[in-house]
């Protein structure tokens, strides 16, 4: 039985491939952006959300902890992440929620249970079953293990990947994958490793691999204000759409600094990306772009 | 960390306000805003939230905007005089007295008739807007669909001749002649009102000229010769209808409408073919139908805009009588019009079936988007399927319609009303548990409360069918509805006094998700669990969770309820519905009145708060609770997709009177054309599963900002945006702001 560590899933998704979807969400990511929007999703192990003003001052959670993590005073919490040994005894009996735990590890079998419930919606609007995260490759022994499950039980599949990892991870998934949504953060290849901690080419080179065996691929594009969101980019963006065979599109995704409200929660310091989000008109000036000047087909920013 | 490398050739950046852009918000769970009549009555406040195309004039928005203002409301006056005023009504019976009432009002109304009107006819007294027969001032009818449709057909003049033959047949008792009497003084009142606003288009036509007077002339020849006559073009047919149907909101009644297509699809497929009229002329007349029913909005002093509604229901699409489909270009062009100009005065129910055609799906779902709810959905499949079961004849169970909100009734033969009970009432008395009284309870197993609490549910269905047994018996009289119900003028005999065809009194149960919820509640703590004694519970909920915030926490937060596809709690709810439906199908027809089961709060949830104690679903007291057949606010923790599917795994075939499950979106997540494939897959599923009637709401930034200010009501709203998503809860106000800007600009 493969197991994998998950931090969410989310039924009736309409965005992340076509028609209503359920989006499983694997847990760890090579990557290190600076604009992570799920930051909780960057480690494999479990992560402690902790949001105070949830926290209704019951006293739980300190009666329970070994580690003396949790201290009650007039009737305050507080919340000592240093002696915190990430045991989340204390989160099973928050039952405000202000203690969280983000993660579990659960079988394949068990996600696909999950993921066969809204069966009828997928037949009924075109859709099936999304893996993202986190990078779904990192757990590439659990990712192929409900991508087969899904497709035995003729279940539509997507993957939403960073693209980095080894390449034969990849070439053994395009059997079982029938929609890449495949990221491209950065076309500035120092840029790239800059802020996202690996390099560019790789990617580039594990998407020509999938293209050529055949895998169907759409190119999601984060445009971030004070990073990517210039005509050189794009023009990188047209050049690898261009250079692929089987690429239905690109999908045009606005940066936003939603993910430092998790950072908050998780412990972590706010990221030093000092970047509002682009304005509905960059973006569809971003679109028209690609449309017409580098007179690309399928260009969407609605996800 | 390299910004930009100055490698920038143009610059797209432009600081501003963050925009949701190519952004993403999701509603994955659904709190739910204040419901029921709170919900009803904020129907026109909600934004657009995508942009309607448009098609129609610049007139008809104008005059739109002038009802949805509440100016013609506001201007609706008293009739300011009685009946015995106005004649000596010694020896007169009740039924002539209010025919004659009705008379006065032809005779004395203002009329209303605007320069740009298409259509003309406007309930103009302020009585009939709080639902009274004005100079009669007695309570007037609501809760049916006339038979506009035989109306329409036959004319004011087909309706005279059935009664002239029904007199000339003979037989008949003092009664039976004074009632026929009583509805032909109520024609010739209609005729005397169509007189009058034909005399006053004349003059109007001769003071005015240009535009206006052909405006004017256009009216006059399209409301000549109906609704006495059969209509012999679409825009006869759309005056006539609307003709009837003000006449009879003049003098008081809120009818329902009902299957508006297929009463104007034929003449409208007539005009097209021979060139009468065009696609956008119709669709213009039609807007002027849908104008004309803003008219009372206003009307209520204090109480805004949605009081309108007034139980002006339509109907469309699904099958006719003979098992064909009936969408047409005026179901179409009906969707047109209300996602054009936002007036959700008449809340539509689209039949659906397993064979609508996608186009209509798509169009639903387009308009659906626009949020405000005014467009739900019957499964036409599990509702004709559950009239059958309930003994109506096929042809019957096809045609239904609703009374005004969504039972399904045959219309045009129908009396019906509904008898609203509390399950959750009767729960609370077989624990025993209410107000005040903490009871000393011995149920050694679950399986002996259950039977406590299904006895309550017995005694109360027994309570309706001996209520039921004398209803609508030499009740008042109501001879302008008599006249369009079919059955009264064959058996002589009004509305009240079980002239139609069917009698219908509907036991309704409400607070099911939450009886069921407390019940599952109770078994895993008190008897699977063993965390605590049931008096002990029972302590804990006369003394209203006082002082057991942590025990609350964790029934909130640990057990899950009704409407997360949750084999258990599901099971629960099925099993109370199961009894219900079946104590309730013992007794179909006693007395000549039919007994429908239904399930529905309405917005009784809110009133109901007065009776109920704290809940053992982790309710306090004076919360509200969950609206008609939805899962309770806030534990519906999955989504949509779960929300239905615990709704469908109840056995519908058995509840013909309906019961209604709300879902709420978020905008973003049915944007784009994704977004309608999505809600489009919604209904399918819906209709595929077995659901019998479903609103979806796209909600609004208002939702998230009570979800902000009363974050309790929410625990599991979690919105999405792009890769991001979170629980609206657990993020601080200036978070929730920025989700809440985002939302308002992702319209």
């Keep these: 039985m493969t197991t994998g560590a998950i931090f969410d899933i989310q039924r009736f998704c309409t965005h992340d491939g076509p028609g209503i979807r359920t989006t499983v969400f694997l847990k760890g990511c090579p990557l290190n952006c600076a604009w992570c929007h799920n930051p909780e999703s960057k480690r494999r192990q479990r992560d402690m959300f902790y949001t105070p003003h949830l926290c209704i001052a019951c006293g739980r959670c300190a009666a329970r902890c070994l580690h003396h993590a949790h201290l009650m005073a007039d009737e305050c919490h507080v919340y000592d992440r240093h002696k915190c040994a990430l045991c989340f005894e204390c989160a099973e009996v928050c039952y405000s929620g202000a203690l969280a735990v983000a993660g579990s590890d659960i079988t394949a079998e068990q996600a696909l249970a999950e993921v066969e419930k809204d069966r009828v919606f997928y037949e009924e609007s075109g859709g099936g079953m999304t893996l993202s995260g986190g990078e779904p490759t990192a757990q590439i022994e659990f990712t192929r293990a409900i991508l087969e499950g899904a497709r035995s039980a003729s279940i539509h599949t997507c993957i939403e990947t960073c693209g980095f990892g080894p390449a034969d991870r990849f070439a053994e998934l395009v059997p079982l994958v029938e929609l890449f949504l495949w990221d491209i953060k950065d076309t500035d290849e120092t840029r790239h490793l800059a802020n996202t901690g690996v390099p560019l080419p790789p990617i580039l080179e594990n998407l020509r691999l999938v293209d050529e065996a055949g895998g169907t691929t759409i190119l999601r594009c984060l445009l971030i204000p004070v990073v990517n969101l210039t005509e050189y980019h794009l023009d990188g963006l047209a050049q690898i759409y261009r250079s692929l065979s089987n690429c239905q599109g690109i999908e045009l995704l606005a940066y936003h600094p939603f993910g430092d409200s998790k950072r908050a929660r998780l412990g972590l310091a706010a990221s030093d990306l000092a970047c509002d989000a682009p304005t509905e008109e960059q973006i569809s000036r971003a679109r028209e772009y690609l449309t017409d000047i580098c007179g690309i087909d399928g260009v969407h920013s609605s996800a | ?747």
Excluded at chain 2, 410 to 423: A, C, E, R
Excluded at chain 2, 499 to 517: E, F, Q, R, S, W
């Design chain 2, 1 to 747: 960390m390299a910004k930009d490398n100055g490698i920038n050739r143009r610059d797209f950046l432009r600081t501003g306000a963050a925009a949701l852009g190519g952004g993403l918000l999701y509603l994955s769970a659904g709190g739910q805003a204040e419901a029921g009549s709170e919900k009803l009555m904020q129907t026109l406040t909600s934004p657009t939230t995508f942009p309607s195309p448009k098609r129609l004039s610049d007139i008809t928005h104008a005059l739109a905007q002038r009802g949805l203002s509440g100016e013609f409301g506001r201007a609706t006056v008293s009739a300011g005089v009685k009946l015995e005023d106005l004649m000596d009504v010694t020896g007169v019976s009740e039924e002539m007295r209010c025919a004659h009432a009705i008379e006065f009002i032809a005779e004395r109304a203002p009329l209303r008739i605007l320069p740009g009107e298409r259509i003309v006819g406007s309930a103009t007294y302020n009585e009939a807007v709080h639902h009274a027969i004005p100079i009669y001032n007695k309570g007037s009818v609501s809760h049916t669909t006339l038979g506009f449709d035989k109306a329409l057909r036959v004319g004011y003049k087909g309706l005279r001749k059935e009664i002239e033959d029904r007199q000339t047949r003979g037989g008949l008792d003092d009664k039976g002649a004074d009632v026929l009497n009583a509805m032909k003084l109520c024609l010739d009142a209609a005729g005397l009102w169509h007189g009058r606003h034909l005399k006053q288009l004349s003059e109007l036509i001769a003071q005015s000229s240009g535009d206006e007077k052909a405006g004017y002339e256009r009216v006059y020849a399209n409301l000549r010769s109906v609704p006495e006559n059969t209509p012999t073009t679409f825009a006869e047919a759309v005056q006539s209808l609307w003709f009837m149907y003000a006449f009879q909101r003049l003098c008081g009644n809120w009818s329902g409408i009902g299957r508006i297509d297929e009463m104007l699809g034929p003449y409208l497929k007539h005009d097209l073919a021979s060139g009468k009229t065009t696609l956008d002329e119709a669709r213009e007349d039609l807007a002027h139908f849908w104008v004309k029913g803003t008219e009372w909005i206003g009307g209520i002093e204090g109480r805004g805009s949605g009081d309108a509604q007034h139980y002006q229901n339509i109907v469309l699409a699904g099958v006719d009588a003979h098992g064909n489909e009936i969408t047409n270009e005026v179901t179409y062009l009906v969707l047109d019009v209300v996602e054009e100009l936002h007036i959700s005065d008449y809340p539509i129910a689209v039949r659906l079936n397993s064979h609508t055609p996608d186009k209509l799906l798509k169009r639903i779902a387009e308009v659906q988007r626009h949020g405000g709810g005014i467009v739900a959905v019957y499964n036409e499949d599990v509702v004709i399927k559950s009239l059958c079961k309930f003994g109506y004849p096929l042809d019957e169970a096809r045609r239904f319609a609703n009374d005004g909100c969504w039972e399904a009734i045959v219309p045009g033969k129908t009396n019906f009303i509904y008898s609203p009970q509390d399950t959750l009432l009767m729960l609370q008395k077989a624990l025993p548990l209410s107000g005040d009284t903490k009871g000393n309870p011995d149920y050694p197993d679950f399986d002996g409360l259950y039977a406590a609490f299904a006895k309550e549910l017995q005694t109360a269905v027994d309570a309706h069918n001996a209520g039921a047994d004398g209803y609508s018996v030499g009740g008042g009289p109501a001879p302008l509805v008599s006249l369009m119900i079919e059955g009264c003028i064959e058996k002589a005999r009004g509305y009240y006094d079980r002239g139609p065809k069917y009698t219908v009194l509907a036991p309704h149960m409400g607070g099911i998700a939450n009886t069921a919820n407390s019940l599952l509640a109770i078994k895993k703590l008190v008897y699977d669990e063993k965390l605590l004694t049931l008096s002990e519970f029972l302590d804990i909920l006369g003394s209203d969770w006082e002082g057991q915030e942590n025990l609350r926490r964790m029934v909130l937060s640990r057990i899950e309820f009704y409407g997360n596809d949750s084999d258990e709690a599901d099971a629960m709810v099925k099993r109370v519905f199961d009894d219900y439906t079946s104590m309730a199908a013992k007794v179909r027809e006693r007395n000549g009145v039919l007994r429908p089961a239904g399930i529905s709060t309405f917005g009784r949830e809110i009133e109901w708060r007065a009776h109920r104690t704290a809940t053992a679903d982790g309710h306090r007291k004076g919360e509200i609770l969950a609206t008609n057949f939805s899962p309770s606010p806030g534990t519906d923790k999955i989504g949509p997709t779960a929300a239905l599917k615990s709704y469908c795994k109840m056995d519908f075939s058995n509840l013909p009177n309906i019961g209604t499950v709300e879902l709420k979106v978020l905008p973003a997540s049915v944007k784009g054309e994704q977004g309608v494939r999505a809600l489009v897959g919604l209904m399918k599923s819906f209709v595929k599963l077995g659901g019998c009637f479903m609103h979806i709401d796209v909600v609004d930034t208002a939702m998230l900002l009570d979800a902000q200010r009363h974050p309790e009501k929410y625990p599991n709203l979690s919105v999405r945006i792009a890769g991001w998503s979170a629980r609206f809860a657990t993020m601080d106000k200036n978070w929730q702001d920025m989700v809440i800007g985002r939302t308002q600009q992702a319209v």
